[in-house]
């Protein structure tokens, strides 16, 4: 297989169908550009009129979280910062006052302790722990990068009555905080779901190779990047390979960390994959002309054209002209593709999404809000 040239006309845009503005240009197999029906990964994926009205939208976001107390009751609404607070000494309600904390306000005691009064910032352990920036640009930057908002549409958009701009280094800490806490929620999604496939179940397994513009220049081969779907599933996998050449050795433990034993694989011709018969696996190999040989079933060519066009579109995502400054690596980038395509495959608000994403980051990965300072 030799390296895939891939690139797009805008960086802004999604995955969504681009019916043949697409430059996708493959050295392996002479794919012809799929058509916009083929290209769609995810049936009925258009929003009913009802959905996209209950959907969150800029304007939303500036009329119900534009001011720093909108911005404090709804996060308290969504559990993302602590109504209340006891002290544990005095067992009794602790008192929140704003004067002392620019964001969401601290929890003190009134009761006398021993030094001073006790005091505790509301947001310690939360999202809003020490931030730098207002109250609603924390949600603004939240709906940004859920909107998939590039660096210049967020500068531009942000409707803080702040003189300054948004810094692109402040947008990009606060992407990657949202990012970082997305591919952690995936992860656990998926490790709770399990192997896919199984005895009489079909994977189809497709693998590129991905390399950023200026490894390209400069000769460096990419990433190969392996993605594995079970027919009729929709449950897809993908994995960034550790190393740039496809091998036996790097392929199985990555297959078989996904897929069952017993499934029927089905693969390119590439003899990387000839290990898969041998380990557990009913292997089947099929090249592009199969797709087109009557003689294969129907149904079987069917299924690899539809598994061969969602590879697309992960490809499509993952060679965005975006990403090629992005300092994120390929594996964060594959969960937070995989996060964005099931938000939108299961029809819920990005936005939405999102908040569920951060309150179980937390509410998993920190310690409760029971240990305090006295100041
Ligand atoms: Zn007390």
């Given amino acids: 297989m030799e390296e895939s040239q891939l690139s797009t006309t805008s960086g802004a845009e999604d995955d969504d169908p681009q019916p043949s503005t697409s430059n ?46 909108q911005a404090i009751a709804f996060a308290e609404d969504r559990g993302m910062i602590p109504r209340t607070k006891m002290c544990q000494h005095h067992k009794k309600e602790m008192k929140i006052i704003y004067s002392t904390n620019k964001t969401v306000g601290s929890f003190v005691c009134n009761k006398s302790h021993r030094r001073a009064k006790f005091r505790v910032s509301r947001a310690k352990g939360t999202l809003f722990d020490n931030i730098k920036i207002l109250m609603p ?63 009489g179940k079909v994977v189809q397994v497709h693998a590129s190779q991905f390399s950023k513009r200026k490894n390209k220049e400069s000769g460096t081969r990419g990433l190969w990047i392996l993605g594995m779907i079970e027919d009729g599933n929709e449950d897809l996998r993908l994995e960034a390979c550790t190393s740039n050449i496809l091998s036996a050795e790097v392929l199985l433990p990555l297959i078989k960390k996904h897929v069952a034993e017993g499934t029927t694989i089905i693969t390119d011709t590439s003899q990387a994959y000839d290990c898969l018969g041998d380990n557990g696996y009913i292997h089947r190999k099929m090249n592009h002309s199969d797709e087109n040989n009557h003689t294969v079933g129907e149904k079987v060519r069917a299924q690899r054209i539809q598994s061969h066009s969602q590879w ?36 819920e608000d990005p936005f939405e999404e999102l908040i569920h994403v951060i309150n179980h980051s937390y509410k998993n990965h920190n310690p409760p809000l029971f240990f305090a300072t006295v100041e």
């Fill in 137 to 199: 640009q924390v949600f603004y930057l939240m709906y940004a990068y859920a909107q998939k908002y590039s660096y210049d549409e967020t500068i531009r958009e942000d409707f803080s009555e702040r003189e300054q701009c948004l810094s692109t280094s402040t947008i990009s800490n606060w992407f990657n905080q949202y990012r970082e806490a997305v591919v952690k929620y995936q992860k656990h999604q998926q490790s709770m779901k399990g192997h896919i496939g199984g005895m």
């Fill in 24 to 69: 996708i240009t493959e050295d392996d197999d002479s794919e012809s550009s799929s058509s916009s029906a083929e290209d769609e990964p995810m049936a009925k994926r258009h929003l009913t009129v009802e959905e996209v009205r209950g959907m969150w939208n800029l304007v939303k976001v500036y009329r119900q979280l534009g001011t720093r107390e």
């Fill in 312 to 347: 697309c579109a992960v490809k499509r995502f993952l060679s965005k002209d975006s990403y090629s400054n992005n300092s994120s690596n390929m594996d964060d980038l594959i969960y937070e593709y995989l996060w964005r395509r099931e938000v939108k495959m299961k029809r």
